[in-house]
T-cell receptor
Framework: KNQVEQSPQSLIILEGKNCTLQCNYTVSPFSNLRWYKQDTGRGPVSLTIMTFSENTKSNGRYTATLDADTKQSSLHITASQLSDSASYICVLNNNNDMRFGAGTRLTVKP | DVKVTQSSRYLVKRTGEKVFLECVQDMDHENMFWYRQDPGLGLRLIYFSYDVKMKEKGDIPEGYSVSREKKERFSLILESASTNQTSMYLC????????????FGPGTRLTVT
C-alpha cells in the first residue's frame, strides 16, 4: 500500500473557482512535506514546503496545510486560472528518502 | 537558477535495444536520481547517487543500471529494452544544504515497441 495517498485522482473545475486537494500519509517521521506542480510534459516544480511542526504555508494563490495528528495535508487553490491545469504531487521527505503520492490531475475549464 | 537537462524529450526504441538516458545538472548538486512515472502510480525511484561513482538501488531497479562518472552527469541505462519499460523518465538532483529539495528535469518519454 502506498504510504502517500492523494485524492481525488482527477478534478475538473471552472476558472475562478476554488478547490482543495487532499494528501493522506502514513510516513512517520518525516523531515518535510512538499507539494509539487507538474505541467503536462514537464518535470515537477516545488510549490510549498512544510516541516513537521508547521501547519500552513502559502505561495500566492496556493495554500498548503498540514495536520500531523490526522496525518493529512491539503493544497487549496484560490481563484483558479487556466494555467493551474496540471498534476499536483504530495511528497514526504525523511532525510532524503522521498515518498511520492500518485498525484491529482487538475483541469481548469474556461 | 537550477537547471536539470535530459538528453531527449521523446525516444522510440525497439525491444532488445540498449538505451541510454542522459541527465546533466549545473548546480554542483551532490545527489542525483532517476524516476519513472506511470499513470496512477506516481513517481517511482529507480536508482540514485550520493556521489561520483556511487549508486544505490531505489524501489524498482530491475532491468536498469546507472553510471555517474562525473558529478554533474547521471546516466540511466536499459541494457535490453522491453515494452514494460515504456514510460516517462524523470531525472532530479538535490543538494545536501538545501533541505534536500529535488529539482527535476523535463522528462524523457520513452516508447519501446
Amino acid at each position: 500500500k502506498n504510504q502517500v495517498e492523494q485524492s481525488p485522482q482527477s478534478l475538473i473545475i471552472l476558472e475562478g473557482k476554488n478547490c482543495t486537494l487532499q494528501c493522506n500519509y502514513t510516513v512517520s517521521p518525516f523531515s518535510n512535506l512538499r507539494w509539487y506542480k507538474q505541467d503536462t510534459g514537464r518535470g515537477p516544480v516545488s510549490l510549498t514546503i512544510m516541516t513537521f511542526s508547521e501547519n500552513t504555508k502559502s505561495n500566492g494563490r496556493y495554500t498548503a496545510t498540514l495536520d500531523a495528528d490526522t496525518k493529512q495535508s491539503s493544497l487549496h487553490i484560490t481563484a483558479s486560472q487556466l494555467s493551474d491545469s496540471a498534476s499536483y504531487i504530495c511528497v514526504l521527505n525523511n532525510n532524503n528518502d522521498m515518498r511520492f503520492g500518485a498525484g491529482t490531475r487538475l483541469t481548469v475549464k474556461p | 537558477d537550477v537547471k536539470v537537462t535530459q538528453s531527449s524529450r521523446y525516444l522510440v526504441k525497439r525491444t532488445g535495444e540498449k538505451v541510454f538516458l542522459e541527465c546533466v545538472q549545473d548546480m554542483d548538486h551532490e545527489n542525483m536520481f532517476w524516476y519513472r512515472q506511470d499513470p496512477g502510480l506516481g513517481l517511482r525511484l529507480i536508482y540514485f547517487s550520493y556521489d561520483v561513482k556511487m549508486k544505490e538501488k531505489g524501489d524498482i531497479p530491475e532491468g536498469y543500471s546507472v553510471s555517474r562518472e562525473k558529478k554533474e552527469r547521471f546516466s540511466l541505462i536499459l541494457e535490453s529494452a522491453s515494452t514494460n519499460q515504456t514510460s516517462m523518465y524523470l531525472c532530479a538532483s538535490s543538494s545536501d544544504s538545501h533541505s534536500y529539495e529535488q529539482y527535476f528535469g523535463p522528462g524523457t518519454r520513452l516508447t519501446v515497441t
